[in-house]
């Protein structure tokens, strides 16, 4: 599966948060195109116009096809006009000779005690590397359908027929999934059975090569990381690294506490490993500063293994300070290196940042997006509020929020290779000129009389 590049093509959002309908693609997608390396998608738009929505869903499809429960918070993201949400995701894959498409649509709903559910589920496929390029449908699984446990009927009626029992294995399944906010399709149990009863090879292959994608290349970034840190918590380090001898991959959040760290032998060895890889980088983006740590001894914890308390620091010349003390955009940006490294230096990593910008130097996040874009591997999907990635960025990689929750994301038309983009949108936000509109119009008079008003009734109140 690690040979295997796996791209987002398309996402198409419904009833998530404030937006009722939205899609975004990525540019350049697919085999034909992979001379044109990175692909980045940045999402601008005034507060709450639904940029985070978007990196919500990937977050959801991450957990849904990684096959783990959904958090009982997560339905809060269901549209409060409505009882659902609907995802649609569309991959490129490519391995060797073998091109195929992948859909894959699923519905979250509420489930008993308003928990969220995975109603709906289909994963289909295109193979590109025949003639016919007929899609197909692997699974189709509804729970309100209480005859079988998935369709198309061939499929299922296939698996029975080499092994009875996983006629009820396959609904106990689907019951167990409902209960623990879990994908039918890609919880273990499932997949142990698809795996076991799929005589063909493309089935298993594309939802095992899903699977992988999303545990191991998939990284998503929320808002609720940026919060953590600027709380002096924790730097939830999202980070892949890679063992080439061993042919083992470390993938996943690694929280590292503002001071002394105690870690077991394991975890230490990760730790090291994170921070030689950043200190690679640091110093190209931060000038002066370098990343070490200080080992203060061993002990014995209580349950018998050996903790080594270590420290993560900043050095600038002779000074040493704890990680702590530097600023918000220093840790953010230590936060998500590792996987910005990864997304660079390969071709299947996807990154999806809510909010890039946050407390980031304007100059120096044009620059880095610079980067990635002209010579990146991997996909990254971003929001923020900061606008230089309008001047540094290719225009097709750029989507607008708009003010209609029916039509959320849209590329600006009639821009020419020498606009300014960024000047485009300023001028856009205040004449319109584009099919949808971009900005709900505040009015600097009414903001004026509010701040008074507000200012009178505190002043009353005393």
Do not use: W
């Amino acid at each position: 599966m690690n040979k295997s590049i796996v791209k987002i093509k398309n996402i198409e959002i419904r009833n998530v948060k404030n937006v009722k309908l939205g899609s975004i693609s990525f540019p350049f997608s697919g085999k034909e195109n992979r001379e044109r390396q990175s692909e980045i998608v940045g999402v601008y738009g005034q507060n709450g116009s639904g940029k985070s929505a978007l990196v919500n869903s990937i977050f959801i499809l991450k957990m849904v096809m990684s096959g783990y429960s959904l958090e009982d918070e997560i339905v809060n993201y269901i549209h409060k006009e409505v009882s659902d949400s609907t995802f649609s995701f569309e991959f490129s894959v490519d391995k060797d000779d073998k091109h195929l498409i992948l859909f894959y649509d699923f519905t979250m709903s509420y489930g008993q005690d308003d928990i969220p559910i995975i109603s709906y589920e289909k994963l289909a496929y295109k193979n590109l590397s025949d003639d016919s390029h007929s899609k197909t449908t692997i699974i189709e699984t509804n729970y309100q359908d209480d005859t079988k446990s998935f369709s198309p009927k061939v499929r299922h009626d296939d698996l029975v027929k080499i092994n009875k029992s996983f006629f009820t294995d396959l609904i106990v399944s689907r019951e167990l999934a409902l209960e623990k906010k879990e994908s039918f399709i890609f919880r273990e149990k499932s997949m142990d059975i698809f795996n076991k009863g799929f005589d063909n090879s493309d089935f298993k292959y594309v939802i095992n090569v899903l699977q992988f994608f999303a545990r191991m290349n998939l990284f998503v970034v929320q808002m609720d990381h940026h919060g953590v840190i600027n709380a002096n918590v924790v730097i939830p380090m999202t980070m892949r690294l890679d063992n080439f001898k061993s042919k083992k991959i470390t993938s996943g959040d690694f929280p590292i506490a503002f001071g002394i760290n105690k870690l077991g032998n394991e975890n230490l060895e990760v730790f090291k490993k994170l921070i030689d890889q950043m200190s690679l980088l640091i110093n190209t983006i931060i000038p002066g500063m370098e990343l070490i740590y200080r080992e203060y001894g061993k002990e014995t914890s209580k349950n018998g293994k050996i903790e080594t308390s270590i420290e993560l620091l900043s050095k600038r010349g002779e000074i040493e300070i704890p990680i702590k003390y530097e600023s918000d955009g220093i840790k953010k940006i230590i936060s998500i290196l590792s996987a910005l490294i990864a997304m660079y230096n390969r071709e299947s990593i996807c990154v999806a940042i809510d909010e890039l910008d946050a407390g980031v130097f304007e100059y120096l996040l044009g620059e880095m997006l610079k980067v990635i874009s002209d010579s990146g591997k991997g996909q990254l999907l971003f929001t923020s509020h900061n606008l230089r990635a309008l001047e540094v960025l290719n225009k097709e990689s750029i989507y607008f929020t708009t003010t209609n929750p029916s039509n959320r994301f849209i590329k600006f038309a009639n821009i020419k290779n020498n606009h300014n983009l960024r000047n485009v949108y300023l001028r856009t936000i205040e004449i319109g000129g584009q099919k949808e509109c971009v900005y709900e119009e505040t009015d600097p008079y009414e903001i004026s009389r509010a701040f008074r008003l507000a200012g009178k009734a505190f002043k009353d109140a005393d």
